[in-house]
């Protein structure tokens, strides 16, 4: 049994293991499984924002080809399955909860969004469930809705909930204000802004998928499921909605194309398929359509957000009031409260010395699909708000962009914030370095010029972020309102042989753990990384772990998995230290070799896993045979990722329509596993984060119809938009993990949308334009320059 022992694993642009199956179309999505005896669903749902059920007529669709069952809010009730329950508590400034109203998996009698689900219809074949689905005769009377912030804080609004007087969820702040007044008062100039961070409709290339199945032989229940996190379904699902053991519910999370966040929360459709399985006593397959996703899927963003910054006469910050107001959608998603005030409010210091910070937040409930985390959840509010306002604040100064940004730098760590968080690392004057050197910064002048000769209007703009993720120490996190702990798992259990199985409470979606989590295992074992595979997404299998979201599989499940093999090479020492006689003091492991100190004596690891499983010559009264290790990592901080990104922008002022010119990152994610899948990450998040800023919106009318309802008119960004990006990193360890990684999954999407929009209106000031809001779409910009011309346009 020969374990090659191979050196530096971490920090190679390994190719991604998981390649293969995808690459040859062998991946294995829940859509691609098929249950025996298996039947399909079909949900019902409305095509009102507001309005109540005066009844429903099943009695068509029963009786229609193939259908096994019609199923409704009141069967749901009856059988007393529980409403979606929500994963955090917010207490509002004057120490009351939030409000948090029930949210029923099938609506009985007010429907509160376009696309509540009202009933499910059961049957054959899918064809004929969507056939069915057709005649159930849902009889509705029409109620008035608020289909966005404006609508729902406008005096005598209409309300979502009647416990949540001025649609309000709770009114909650971070801070102190006293200090912030102070610095208001004292100030050389307070610069104000209002920007608009738009509702984004998340889409994964898989759109989500569930079957539930009931084994009535053992009371087992199994779901299938789309998900970033299968322990966390199966907790709400079990403790909260069903009502069964945990033992008896297994979530098997297999490949999932992507989530973005969308898949981190439980959805109705998820406890509608296993508790209509038990019922039956067949399994329930569901696959979403692609226009359903868009009505049913939890969006991102929406919130409306004003600032002010106080500065002194040289440009210092001394103060920073912020006051937001985010959409929560008409029920509580399982993460929502947590987004716009523990994920966006703490992060207000960005990479700055504010001394002073304190920031309010409104959530309101509205006619519209819930609202929750998306790719980087409250981070990209906070950034893109602060990092507007920096821009403004340095045209108003009369400053240098850079100047005012590098006289504000935060240069001394740990770095205790106003606003809750301390930082560890970072180096923000390196990473800006990095990005104008990247950027080619000390020719633009001539890019612009002959962009200029083209009759092109050419700007560049900054964002120097900052991001925290690595979610999240639990204790802090408790203190904050979640009803989780959010430490990570792992087991790693050594086979005989020699090979060995990583299990690992994360779920890869996209990310590449596969490969990473088996770079780091084979670096610390010294295993060829062909010995190792990485098991996740059952709940069956793997220990029990919070999942992949908050960009914290590295730093939190992979720091898990390295206090295992640590536990793993301790045991390993005490069975050395027996077969080499030697004293388990003198015996020293590298390379995947145990070695007695100063000798030539040493056994490899392969011979030691296997004398743990075959303890002929082994002493069994002190160590027990095997070589399987758990362990449990929280982590002691979140990690910090930061640096600086830069766009350069064409517009063509004809037109309005914005080509990207430029798009370069300079980030630091801490030390890197692998750089190509880093590089990979950083590429993915700039093409969200460029979507946001120049084409995607989510756009209700006041009534809560939803305008953009599929690719017609919800615009994402393709590969012929971009250029090609140049990605970048300058290292800070992270100095709470063992590993000194820090997140990087959500840093494009966080850091880059200011920097488009700041570019945006560089390129458009000396037209007059002074403001724009996310999307800069062509009719916008175009719309923008006749305003300022003062030939606005009908
Ligand atoms: N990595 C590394 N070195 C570092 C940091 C990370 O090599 N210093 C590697 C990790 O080992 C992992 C990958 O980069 O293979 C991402 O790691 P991490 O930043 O820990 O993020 P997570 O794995 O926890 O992924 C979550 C993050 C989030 S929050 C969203 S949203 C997102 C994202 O990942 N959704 C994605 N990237 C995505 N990529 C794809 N393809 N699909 C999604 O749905």
């Not at 991946?27 to 005066?54: E, L």
């Not at 709770?170 to 509702?199: C, Q, S």
């Not at 050419?458 to 430490?487: D, K, Q």
């Not at 600086?644 to 063509?652: A, F, L, Q, S, Y």
Request: glycine content about 10%; some cysteine.
């Amino acid at each position: 049994m020969s374990t090659e022992a191979k050196v530096h694993l971490v920090g190679s642009a390994i190719a991604r293991k998981e390649d293969k199956r995808f690459l040859l179309g062998q991946g294995r999505y829940v859509d691609d499984m098929n249950r025996p005896h298996q039947t399909h669903a079909v949900f019902v749902r409305s095509p009102h924002a507001h309005a109540k059920i005066t009844s429903i007529d099943t009695s068509k669709a029963a009786a229609a080809p193939g259908v096994v069952t019609v199923l409704t809010g009141k069967d749901i009730a009856a059988d007393k399955v529980g409403g979606i329950p929500c994963g955090w508590q917010i207490k509002s400034k004057d120490g009351s909860n939030m409000v948090e109203p029930p949210h029923p998996a099938l609506v009985a009698d007010v429907v509160r969004h376009v696309g509540d689900q009202v009933a499910v219809v059961i049957a054959e074949t899918k064809a004929q469930a969507k056939a069915a689905a057709n005649l159930v005769e849902v009889e509705y009377e029409e109620l008035p809705a608020v289909g966005s912030i404006r609508a729902a804080v406008a005096d005598g609004a209409p309300l979502v909930w009647e416990q949540a007087p001025g649609n309000t969820c709770f009114d909650w702040h971070l801070g102190e204000k006293g200090p912030v007044d102070a610095a208001m008062a004292g100030a050389y100039k307070i610069v104000e802004i209002e920007v608009t961070n738009n509702r984004l409709i998340p889409n994964a290339m898989e759109p989500r998928a569930a079957i539930g199945e009931f084994d009535a032989a053992n009371d087992q229940l199994t779901l299938w499921t789309t998900s970033q996190n299968p322990h966390l379904i199966r907790l709400l699902l079990a403790a909260f909605v069903l009502g069964v053991p945990e033992h008896k519910l297994r979530v098997v999370a297999p490949d999932v194309g992507g989530g973005f966040g969308s898949k981190i929360f439980h959805y109705a459709e998820e406890a509608v398929v296993v508790w209509a399985s038990r019922k039956i006593g067949r399994p329930v397959k569901w696959t979403a359509e692609r226009s359903e996703s868009f009505m049913s899927d939890a969006h991102g963003r929406d919130t409306v957000m004003r600032a002010k910054l106080a500065l002194d006469k040289d440009g210092k910050f001394l103060g920073l009031h912020v006051h937001n107001t985010a959409n929560m959608g008409a029920y509580l998603s399982t993460f929502a409260p947590a987004v716009p005030t523990y994920l966006s409010g703490t992060l207000m210091a960005g990479v700055y010395t504010t001394p002073a910070i304190y920031v309010e937040v409104r959530a309101v409930f509205t006619h519209t699909v819930p609202v929750d985390a998306y790719r980087g959840a409250g981070r990209p509010e906070a950034t893109y708000l602060l990092e507007r306002l920096v821009d403004k604040a340095a045209r108003e100064m009369g400053m240098d962009r850079l100047e005012i940004r590098k006289k504000n730098f935060i240069r001394t760590f740990p770095y205790q914030t106003p606003v809750a968080l301390a930082y560890d690392t970072g180096d923000y004057d390196a990473t800006l370095a990095l990005a104008l050197e990247k950027a080619d910064y000390a020719n633009y002048g001539k890019r612009k010029e002959e962009s200029a000769k083209r009759g092109k209007l050419r700007g560049i703009g900054f964002s120097t972020y900052l991001e925290a993720c690595g979610i999240a120490p639990s204790a802090l996190v408790g203190a904050l309102g979640a009803r989780a702990g959010l430490y990570e798992a792992a087991s790693v259990r050594v086979h005989p042989t020699g090979s060995i199985s990583v299990f690992t409470g994360t779920h890869s979606h996209g990310q590449g753990h596969e490969t990473t989590f088996a770079q780091l295992v084979g670096d610390q074992l010294g295993v060829a990384m062909d010995k190792i595979d990485v098991v996740h997404g059952d709940s069956d299998k793997i220990p029990f772990g919070m999942g992949t979201y908050g960009s914290r599989s590295l730093s939190v499940g992979g720091s898990a998995i390295v206090k295992a093999v640590d536990k793993i090479i301790a045991k390993g020492k005490k069975i050395a230290a027996h077969l080499l006689e030697a004293s388990e003091a003198d015996i020293e492991f590298a390379d995947g070799k145990y070695t007695v100190a100063g000798t030539d004596r040493s056994k490899a690891f392969g011979e030691i896993a296997f004398a743990a499983y075959v303890p002929h010559n082994y002493p069994i009264e002190t160590v027990e045979p095997g070589l399987e290790e758990s362990a449990f990592y929280d982590p002691k901080n979140f990690t910090f990722p930061g640096g600086t990104h830069v766009i350069e922008v064409e517009i063509d002022p004809d037109t309005g329509v914005v080509t990207v010119a430029n798009v370069v990152a300079a980030d630091d994610v801490g030390k890197i596993i692998n750089p190509m899948i880093v590089d990979g990450q950083m590429h993915g998040g700039l093409a969200q984060g460029i979507g946001q800023a120049l084409f995607e919106e989510g756009v209700y009318d006041d009534a809560g119809q939803l305008l953009t309802g599929s690719y017609m008119n919800y615009s994402m960004p393709r590969a012929a938009d971009f250029p090609m990006f140049k990605v970048g990193n300058h290292v800070t360890a992270c100095t709470h993990n063992p590993i000194g990684a820090k997140g990087v999954g959500e840093v494009g999407a966080i850091g880059v949308p200011p920097a488009v929009m700041n570019a945006v209106l560089d390129a458009l000031g000396p037209l007059g334009v002074k403001d724009l809001q996310m999307p800069a779409t062509p009719e916008k910009v175009w719309r923008a320059i006749q305003d300022a011309k003062g030939t606005p346009a009908q």
